[in-house]
Every structure is written in structure tokens, then in C-alpha cells.
């Protein structure tokens, strides 16, 4: 009571999380801002119309609407409504509650998810955890407060395409039109209740080419440590999300320069403090975002499997140089790599079993001679060890020739693998990957996976771009 009585004077003085309520909102016409019904998804629209026959208020919000404004196909669409999980739920057969700090219900038409959430209070005396992280984000609310807890202002559009209005209650159009990204309310508050927020920063600054509005941006370096506290399933959602969003490596940069990076994951400091590390993951970092631009999809595990291939790599070079067989000591490089990583980021284990394939596959496509190549034509992810095989050719870990012969013995009649086969013994590289000759780095560098691992001894191949 007294808490309340507080809250309520603090608010009045512009402090608390009500402070950033505006009950009145900017009205626009879609059609007078250059968006048309007609690029919102049938699903979406088709979400819509049932809510708002059933009485209730149904808007088209978020990235949705934002990539529209900007001129952007988006991504997905996303929908506000003032009916209850319950309510939504009980209207369209195929959808489904999903979460629970944050409930919002899945409608599923054929491929397409529409994200249906009821809005939400700002809550005075919300359950946090003792940074102000908040712990529960389910009591229902009016539009006005549902727009003031959302993150960004050009986040806060709600657009109604039948009706064709757009209300803006915390002058996203203008943020827009400046590109400024600015979050609603008291930035260190709106970060600390939820961190994931600055994550957000990072991703929307890289995809739409915006700048961080001054505000905003001041209080991240100091709360950056808070990313830590993140659930590790959340993390690896949001991290998913920064590697897909079509401008990967701009995010990571983003998140370097915001001081971000650290402990978010060892991956991440490890691909952006050493350069060594560097060239690998921006390539495969580029074909992500060539995928994602040309609309094709990304295997998380094919992705993640790049990404830790460094560290797996090296820790395989240095069991291998200690007398360590090859085969059992990639097996245990892997599980090391993937026992760290766990306890940060929840990768879930469906990618590590896939990650693990693609890297146990590696050591396979060095071996060119008797009936090895061909048992691996026969390997349910041949697919997918070869796409990274390439990717470490690419990368200048192996010779452009072990990938040519691959490319090549995949399309060949049986003679011309035969005679493939043949060719690659006589060059004697049958053994490993590639000519051992020429070496990227001079002695002396010191490091573990250069030097002897190139004399025809297992394990990772020496560099020969
Ligand atoms: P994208 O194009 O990546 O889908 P988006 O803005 O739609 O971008 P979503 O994660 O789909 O991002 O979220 C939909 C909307 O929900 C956001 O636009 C924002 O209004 C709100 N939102 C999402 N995450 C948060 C958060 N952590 N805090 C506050 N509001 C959020
Ligand atoms: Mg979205």
C-alpha cells in the first residue's frame, strides 16, 4: 500500500514505469505513410479479421509494421489484441499457448505463425530478481500501457489494415523517419528489467542501418554485465536471432562496439578477440547472410557448428601432437567444446547432434583412397560435412583442390571416381587434405595447428590457402 503510495508520487515526477504511459496516440493513415493491406500477410490479416469479429481489438504490431513503414519486405508479422490467451486460443483451431514469463498464443496457417499477444500492464510491483530483471509479464492491460512496455518507439506502431489506421503513441514515425533508435521510457530500467533488450539494440541498429539515439545508448556499457543473467535458452534464441538476421557480422560489430560481446558466450569473445579465429567465421558468417538475403534457410546446427570450430579444432590439434589417435581425439575435442558452451548458451541438443556429425565427418573426407569416399556417399549428412568442408577450404584451412575433388567426385560416373580415386594417391594426398608444401604461416607463429600436423600425420590439416 505504502509501496503503491510511493510509486504513485514517483510517477508523478516523471520516474516510474508509468511515467511512460501516453494515452493519447498520433493517429496516421497506412495508406497516406506508404502501407497497404495488401503486403500483410493473408495469415495476418486473416488473424485480424477473426479477432475482430469476435469484438475484440486486433492490431498488426512491431517488426511487422516497422519493416513496412521503411519499405522493407518483413520478416514476420506479429499481432496485439485485447482478447485473452484463453479468448485467442478458443478462436482459431490450430494454435497454441506457448511460454510463460511472457504467454502468447501461436496461430498457425499451413507455414506461416502468426505471434498473437494480449496487451500487457505496466505492472508497479512486478516480481523481478534482485538486478530488476522481471520474473512474470502476464497481467493484462489496456493499449496505451501495452504500447509504453514495449521496447522501441519504432517498435510501438500498431496498424489496423482493414480500417487502415496506424496509432503511434510514442512518435515512432518520427524516430523512423530520423532513424534513431530510442527506447520507450527510462533506458537503465526498461534494460535492467530485461537485458535481452540490449541484445535487441545491437541487431536493430545493424539490420536497419539506424543510430542508437544518445538516451538510449548511454546506460549499456555499464549494464552490459547484466547479459549474463539471461537465461541460457533465451540467450540462445536471441543469439539465433542476431546470426540470422541477414547482417550477422554487422551485429557482432555492433555488439563489440557496445561493449556486448564479453561472456555473452566464450565463442563470442574468443571470433572477436583473435583474429586468428577471424577469417573462418566471417566467411561462414557471409554465406549466412547471403542464404538469409537470397530467402533460403540456415541450419542453427550447420551455423553453431561453424561458429565453435576454432576451438574444437585446436584443442583436437593438441591432443593429436600428444599422441592422442585421431578419430578418439576429435570425439573428445567435441564434447570439451560443447560441455563449455552449455553452460552459458542452452544450444539445444538436437543442433549438437548435428554439429557433432558435421565435425566428426571432417577427418572422413581426408581419407581418398579404397572404399572410404565412397562409404561417405552413402552418409545421410553428406550434405552437410561437404557444404562445411568447402567452408574450411574457403577459409584457407585446406586445399581449394581436396574441395574441387569432392565437388567433383560427387557428380562422377563410376569410372571417372575411380580414376579420381587413382589420381589422388598418386599426388600421395589421399591422407589429408591437400598439398603440404605450401604453408600460410611461417614458422615461428607459435601456433599448435601449423607446422608438423602438415607432415602428413593426422588430425586437423594444415593451412594451405
Ligand atoms: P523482427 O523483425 O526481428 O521480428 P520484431 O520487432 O518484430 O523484429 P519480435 O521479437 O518479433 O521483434 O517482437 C515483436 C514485438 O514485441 C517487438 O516489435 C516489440 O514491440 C515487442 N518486444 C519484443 N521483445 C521485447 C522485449 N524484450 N521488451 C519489450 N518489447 C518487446
Ligand atoms: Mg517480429
Not at 516497422?66 to 519486405?73: A, C, K, S, Y
Not at 505471434?115 to 505492472?123: D, H, K, N
Not at 541487431?203 to 538510449?216: E, N, Q, S, W, Y
Request: charged share 30%; proline share 5%; aromatic share 6%.
Amino acid at each position: 500500500m505504502i509501496r503503491r503510495l510511493i510509486d504513485r508520487l514517483l510517477n508523478r515526477k516523471g520516474r516510474g514505469p508509468r511515467a511512460a504511459i501516453r494515452e493519447k496516440a498520433r493517429e496516421y493513415k497506412g495508406s497516406a505513410l506508404g502501407v497497404a493491406s495488401v503486403s500483410v500477410s493473408d495469415a495476418a490479416l486473416r488473424t485480424c479479421e477473426t479477432l475482430q469479429k469476435a469484438g475484440h481489438q486486433a492490431w498488426v504490431v512491431g517488426g511487422g509494421v516497422r519493416d513496412l513503414l521503411l519499405g522493407l519486405r518483413p520478416k514476420d508479422f506479429d499481432v496485439a489484441t485485447d482478447a485473452t490467451p484463453e479468448q485467442v486460443r478458443a478462436l482459431f483451431r490450430r494454435s497454441r499457448v506457448i511460454g510463460r514469463r511472457f504467454q502468447i498464443v501461436h496461430v498457425i496457417f499451413g507455414r506461416e505463425t502468426i505471434e498473437v499477444s494480449t496487451f500487457r500492464a505496466i505492472q508497479d510491483d512486478a516480481e523481478t530478481d534482485e538486478h530488476g530483471r522481471v520474473l512474470r509479464d502476464n497481467v493484462w492491460g489496456s493499449q496505451p500501457e501495452d504500447a509504453a512496455r514495449r521496447d522501441f518507439t519504432i517498435n510501438a506502431l500498431y496498424y489496423d489494415p482493414h480500417a487502415d489506421r496506424i496509432l503511434d503513441y510514442h512518435d515512432g514515425v518520427r524516430d523512423l523517419k530520423k532513424r534513431s533508435l530510442r527506447i520507450i521510457g527510462d533506458p537503465e530500467q526498461r534494460f535492467r528489467e530485461d537485458p535481452v533488450r540490449m541484445l535487441r539494440v545491437a541487431r536493430f541498429v545493424a539490420k536497419l542501418g539506424f543510430t542508437i539515439d544518445p538516451g538510449t545508448r548511454a546506460p549499456i556499457r555499464v549494464l552490459a554485465p547484466l547479459i549474463s543473467n539471461i537465461p541460457s535458452a533465451r540467450l540462445f534464441d536471441e543469439m539465433l536471432k542476431l546470426l540470422v538476421s541477414g547482417h550477422a557480422m554487422a551485429c557482432l560489430h555492433e555488439l563489440r562496439r557496445e561493449g556486448l560481446h564479453q561472456g555473452m558466450m566464450p565463442m563470442l569473445d574468443m571470433i572477436l578477440e583473435q583474429p586468428d579465429g577471424e577469417r573462418f567465421v566471417t566467411t561462414a558468417l557471409e554465406r549466412t547472410d547471403q542464404r538469409v538475403l537470397a530467402g533460403k534457410t540456415i541450419s542453427p546446427g550447420f551455423l553453431f557448428a561453424s561458429l565453435l570450430w576454432q576451438p574444437v579444432r585446436d584443442r583436437w590439434q593438441r591432443a593429436v601432437d600428444a599422441g592422442e589417435p585421431n578419430i578418439p581425439a576429435l570425439s573428445t575435442a567435441i564434447d570439451t567444446v560443447l560441455d563449455e558452451q552449455a553452460e552459458q548458451l542452452a544450444i539445444q541438443r538436437r543442433h549438437m547432434a548435428d554439429m557433432r556429425e558435421i565435425w566428426m565427418l571432417q577427418p572422413r573426407f581426408e581419407r581418398r583412397s579404397g572404399r572410404t569416399p565412397y562409404a561417405l556417399l552413402e552418409h545421410i549428412r553428406l550434405r552437410a560435412g561437404y557444404d562445411f568442408l568447402m567452408l574450411r577450404c574457403d577459409a584457407g584451412e585446406l586445399s581449394a583442390e581436396l574441395g574441387e575433388w569432392w565437388t567433383e567426385f560427387m557428380d562422377a560416373s563410376p569410372q571417372e571416381r575411380a580414376a579420381l580415386i587413382a589420381r589422388a594417391s598418386e599426388q600421395g594426398s589421399s591422407g589429408g587434405g591437400g598439398p603440404r608444401k605450401r604453408r600460410r604461416r611461417s614458422r615461428g607463429r607459435g601456433r599448435a595447428d601449423t607446422g608438423d600436423a602438415a607432415a602428413g600425420a593426422p588430425g586437423p590439416s594444415a593451412a594451405a590457402g
